[in-house]
């Protein structure tokens, strides 16, 4: 069944990698660069100040930030350390078959950092603020999932990489999401 399911998975990845056009690549991989959002991410800081009180607007920007680095390392040290799954562009006969598009390949890939950091901060930052900007959200959703989906276009991760990895993060956020929201509730109040 694991051989099936990796079997799957391969085949996903090279459809999918493979499915690219000369003319997405750049844009890919600037979506898939970490540095090119921080505007963005500046952007959303914003959005919790003009919605939110200080005191729970600076709460938000933590929670964030906490929730990006438990996303990112726990895909480290949960995922990656212990299943030891190759990344494609380590696998030297799907290396022909592939487009590599990215400058580096790490080893490992399971799971992907880069899903679980923006699917986290989405479920996150869409959630603190669902009453005062409802078409977040579901922005930050689709954001998550063209980054995520970069990192197979590139050529860095299989599906599974970037499924289990959005997975894990949407449940850091999830958890997160509850204990700030009561602490933003507490804040908003005085």
Same mark, same amino acid.
């Given at each position: 069944?694991?051989?099936?399911?990796?079997?799957?998975?391969?085949?996903?990845?090279?459809?999918?990698?493979?499915?690219?056009?000369?003319?997405?690549?750049?844009?890919?991989?600037?979506?898939?660069?970490?540095?090119?959002?921080?505007?963005?991410?500046?952007?959303?800081?914003?959005?919790?100040?003009?919605?939110?009180?200080?005191?729970?607007?600076?709460?938000?920007?933590?929670?964030?930030?906490?929730?990006?680095?438990?996303?990112?390392?726990?895909?480290?040290?949960?995922? +990656?350390?212990?299943? +030891?799954?190759?990344?494609?562009?380590?696998?030297?006969?799907?290396?022909?078959?592939?487009?590599?598009?990215?400058?580096?390949?790490?080893?490992?890939?399971?799971?992907?950092?880069?899903?679980?950091?923006?699917?986290?901060?989405?479920?996150?930052?869409?959630?603190?603020?669902?009453?005062?900007?409802?078409?977040?959200?579901?922005?930050?959703?689709?954001?998550?999932?063209?980054?995520?989906?970069?990192?197979?276009?590139?050529?860095?991760?299989?599906?599974?990489?970037?499924?289990?990895?959005?997975?894990?993060?949407?449940?850091?956020? +999830?958890?997160?999401?509850?204990?700030?929201? +009561?602490?933003?509730?507490?804040?908003?109040?005085?």
């Amino acid at each position: 069944m694991i051989d099936d399911l990796l079997q799957w998975d391969r085949e996903a990845f090279l459809a999918l990698n493979g499915a690219g056009v000369s003319w997405l690549d750049q844009p890919m991989l600037l979506v898939s660069t970490t540095w090119f959002w921080i505007p963005f991410y500046a952007w959303i800081g914003y959005l919790f100040f003009i919605h939110l009180k200080t005191p729970a607007a600076l709460v938000a920007v933590a929670f964030c930030v906490v929730g990006v680095i438990l996303a990112d390392q726990g895909t480290y040290w949960l995922f +990656k350390e212990n299943f +030891k799954r190759l990344r494609p562009c380590q696998v030297d006969e799907l290396l022909a078959q592939m487009r590599f598009l990215a400058d580096y390949c790490g080893k490992y890939g399971f799971v992907s950092s880069h899903a679980a950091n923006t699917f986290g901060f989405a479920v996150l930052a869409g959630g603190i603020l669902k009453q005062q900007v409802k078409w977040l959200s579901p922005a930050l959703l689709f954001w998550a999932l063209v980054v995520s989906y970069s990192r197979i276009y590139i050529g860095v991760h299989y599906p599974l990489d970037v499924i289990c990895g959005a997975l894990f993060g949407m449940f850091i956020g +999830k958890i997160l999401l509850r204990v700030a929201e +009561k602490r933003i509730a507490t804040l908003s109040v005085s």
